[in-house]
């Protein structure tokens, strides 16, 4: 503190330029002009929440023992007043402001009567009033300041999106700067690999960037790009500053400008470009953490307009490029672990073979099939056979009505007798014709009747062998005609059964007759049934929109009880191969169809 400042604090006070010499001149001014005070210290609240001291006076004094009544009126949040046996009174009073605590006055008034004290508080108080409402014009500056520049961020950035290409975004922003930050020049380059390509310039349309005075301040911005930080040129303390600044101070000598910041746009933790700022005027700290936000909150918006001016192509780089720096990057372990897994796992799916097995449907049938058909026209009369039935050989399956046949046979029997006694009477006159003539309608009734005789045996349809009914549902059709021909049942032997596999046409090059296999049928899950291929059909059939070869295979030794009809999953070995390769095989094999398509 000069002389002049301690002759008259009151002036010192009205010249304050900074907060830390207001603070200072106001605890100066407490102490000499208004108390006669041995000493005094200002306490005010910093960002982190703890209360440091801003002002002391005198200066030069350790005022620490002042530390336990500071701490006691804090917490209170209350005046308070301690004596002590030498009558020195020392007294703290908090600087409130509503519900904030923003800080304490102490002050030690050495011996002083009651009188004295209530006087020196009222002063105290008059004076922390005074100061409150100074931090409260302060915060309404700083308030009415955030105000103003989150509207220009604001602004800024719906300018920034309303513009249909990066380079028309990015000319609005750098003459927005321009006019906000007082720059006469302001540059901004966006990194393009490695390096940075200059995208706009205020105050110009056109620019050529190969250009000596260009290329050095993209050279400058170079040096923030590099190192990753704020570069402000000239720096305000060189000694301690180890930013390095060379091509800045270059390109400064070179146009001629006072000062230059450069600011690197951090977008998901990527530098996207450098902005670069020039004007003849240092900027203030204030002005920097401004323009830092500034930055900031822009960056996003302008690599958002560059990523939707990308085609497929260079978005697809990008894609691969981010990928690749999440995974090689120092950040984001859990995902390098995961892809470093996923990796191991890839080439141990890739490299160690496994049996290679095709998948299929199966169905269980006979390895003989034998049908029951209907030996003449009739009406059915019983059916006690239906499907699922065990039967024997001789069994009844069903019964046609006779009736009728047996007319037939005693018409025709009668037919024969009238035949043969006309014939002895011709032959008995000597009439050969006559004779001729009955011996022929004789024999017509004769085979008349020895069919009639034939049909009456073979009204029961009988089972030609053992086995199991397969098809076959009489039971509600008793008394309707049959046609001859017709099959009513079809049966199965109880003691040969064959696979049939459904092969889909992509599979049945894999698949060689003799090739082993195993059948888990739907009843029986748990059981797992040898079988190996015995034929393979050359003809497909079309089935569920695709088409399917039928390969019949023999079941081994040891085959369940089984039934026809019985379905389940059939799997033919095919080799071996890796998983990677059994799992990608549909994909590889629908595109090189596709690609031999696509070719001329």
Request: net charge negative.
């Amino acid at each position: 503190m000069n002389e002049a400042a301690r002759i008259d604090p009151w002036s010192a006070l009205a010249q304050a330029l900074t907060a830390e010499q207001l603070c200072r001149s106001w605890l100066e001014v407490l102490c000499c002009s208004l108390l006669d005070a041995r000493a005094g210290l200002l306490l005010i609240a910093q960002a982190d929440g703890a209360f440091a001291p801003v002002a002391a006076h005198p200066a030069e004094l350790d005022l620490s023992h002042l530390r336990d009544v500071a701490t006691e009126a804090l917490r209170a949040r209350d005046a308070v007043q301690h004596r002590d046996e030498h009558g020195v009174v020392q007294i703290a009073y908090p600087l409130l402001s509503g519900d904030k605590l923003q800080g304490a006055v102490v002050i030690e008034l050495g011996s002083a009567s009651p009188a004295e004290v209530e006087v020196a508080l009222k002063q105290i108080n008059w004076g922390a009033g005074w100061l409150v409402g100074l931090f409260h014009q302060r915060e309404l500056i700083d308030q009415r300041q955030r105000l103003r520049q989150g509207g220009f961020l604001l602004d800024t950035l719906l300018g920034l999106l309303a513009e249909h290409t990066p380079r028309e975004a990015a000319l609005a922003l750098v003459n927005r700067l321009g006019r906000e930050f007082d720059s006469h020049q302001v540059h901004l380059a966006l990194t393009h690999g490695k390096t940075l390509r200059l995208l706009a310039l205020s105050h110009a349309a056109w620019f050529d960037e190969k250009t000596g005075v260009l290329r050095q301040a993209t050279q400058a911005m170079h040096e923030a790009l590099d190192q990753r930080r704020r570069i402000v040129w000239p720096s305000a303390d060189e000694s301690s500053n180890t930013t390095v600044t060379v091509a800045h101070r270059r390109y400064a000598e070179e146009v001629g400008s006072g000062t230059l910041v450069s600011l690197p746009l951090l977008h998901e933790g990527h530098i996207g470009g450098v902005l670069m700022l020039e004007r003849r005027e240092p900027f203030t700290p204030t002005e920097l953490d401004y323009l830092e936000s500034v930055a900031l909150g822009l960056a996003p918006a302008l690599m958002l307009q560059r990523e939707a001016d990308q085609g497929v192509a260079g978005r697809a780089v990008r894609l691969a490029r981010r990928s690749v720096a999440t995974v090689m990057g120092p950040r984001y372990p859990a995902v390098k672990l995961a892809a470093g897994v996923s990796a191991l796992v890839l080439l141990l799916l890739g490299v160690i073979p496994v049996p290679f097995r095709i998948s299929s449907q199966a169905l269980v049938e006979g390895a003989v099939q034998r049908a029951a058909v209907a030996p003449f026209e009739g009406y059915l009369r019983e059916a006690p056979a239906r499907a699922g039935d065990l039967v024997k050989t001789g069994q009844v399956l069903a019964t046609l009505d006779d009736r009728d046949l047996k007319l037939e046979r005693v018409r025709w029997d009668s037919e024969l007798e009238v035949s043969l006694r006309k014939e002895r009477e011709a032959m008995a006159s000597g009439n050969a014709a006559e004779q001729r003539l009955a011996a022929a309608q004789g024999n017509q009734a004769r085979a008349q009747l020895d069919l009639a005789v034939s049909k009456l045996e073979r009204v029961n349809i009988v089972a030609p062998f053992d086995g199991t009914v397969v098809k076959g549902d009489l039971t509600q059709q008793l008394g309707s005609p049959v046609e001859q021909g017709k099959v009513l049942f079809e049966l199965a032997p109880l003691d040969a059964w064959r696979v049939i596999l459904k092969i889909d046409e992509r599979d049945i090059g894999h698949v060689r007759v003799g090739a082993p296999g195993e059948l888990v049928l739907a009843s029986l899950p748990g059981q797992v049934w040898p079988f190996k291929v015995k034929k393979l059909t050359p003809v497909s059939v079309p089935e569920d929109g695709r088409n399917h070869f039928r390969i019949e295979a023999e079941l081994g030794p040891g085959a369940p009880q089984l039934r026809p009809n019985m379905e389940g999953v059939g799997k033919v070995d095919a080799g071996h191969a890796s998983l990677l390769w059994i799992w990608s095989r549909p994909l590889i094999d629908w595109a090189r169809l596709t690609w031999w398509k696509l070719l001329p």
